[in-house]
């Protein structure tokens, strides 16, 4: 299968496409992970589907898809369902920070999210909704992204590692909400 895969990524002009067949065939015929050359895939994919490309890295660095090692075909498929979504999710965040970054940040996030992603960075907490960026980077802030002047953008990786804490950080939040609710009504 290995040299049916090379074969047909240097053939096939879409090598993405061609990776993406090869795991679907290798997850359904419960062989996953062997044929799987991603780094050499990676590279051979066209440069106008850059956005492609950071997706799959989200995938397999912020999700650390490979690592999973689940030893049966239905749990991979579950595990790269949701993690495709969470993927999909950071990569597309990443891109709207970049190109949109005056969108209010509610049309995005929660508005508990947004709120925690200030509370977290000891900033004040705007009276109207502040911008997607702003609140994009004060995410990656918690994830390591070191805000200077001339750091550009932040990462997929540290949105995912910001997201992180931010997600715990309003669970905890929504919690204490819950608990301080059922007091009252005791």
């Known amino acids: 299968m ?3 895969a090379n074969n047909d ?5 879409s090598a993405e496409a061609c990776w993406v067949s090869r795991l679907r065939e290798n997850l359904t015929s419960g062989s996953y992970g062997e044929g799987l050359e991603t780094g050499r895939a990676w590279t051979q994919v066209p ?7 950071l997706f799959f890295l989200v995938l397999k660095e912020g999700c650390r898809v ?23 999710r950071i990569n597309r965040l990443m891109r709207l920070g970049r190109t949109l970054p005056d ?7 929660e508005p508990d999210e947004w709120r925690a992603a200030f509370i977290l960075n000891k900033k004040p907490i705007p009276r109207q909704v502040p911008p997607f960026n702003t609140v994009l980077r004060l995410i990656a802030q918690r994830g390591g992204f070191l ?6 953008e932040p990462g997929a990786k540290t949105i995912w590692l910001g997201l992180q804490e931010i997600a715990v950080f309003v669970e905890g939040a929504r919690y204490a909400r819950y608990a301080r609710y059922a007091r009252q009504l005791n």
């Open 147 to 152: 805000a200077r002047k001339h750091d550009g």
């Open 103 to 109: 969108l209010p940040a509610d049309l995005v996030f």
């Open 47 to 53: 440069r106008q589907s850059l956005t492609r490309q």
């Open 66 to 88: 490979e690592q999973l090692q689940l030893a049966d075909t239905e749990r991979l498929q579950t595990a790269l369902a949701l993690y495709m979504v969470i993927a999909w």
């Open 9 to 13: 990524r240097t053939h096939n002009p």
């Open 2 to 4: 290995k040299a049916a």
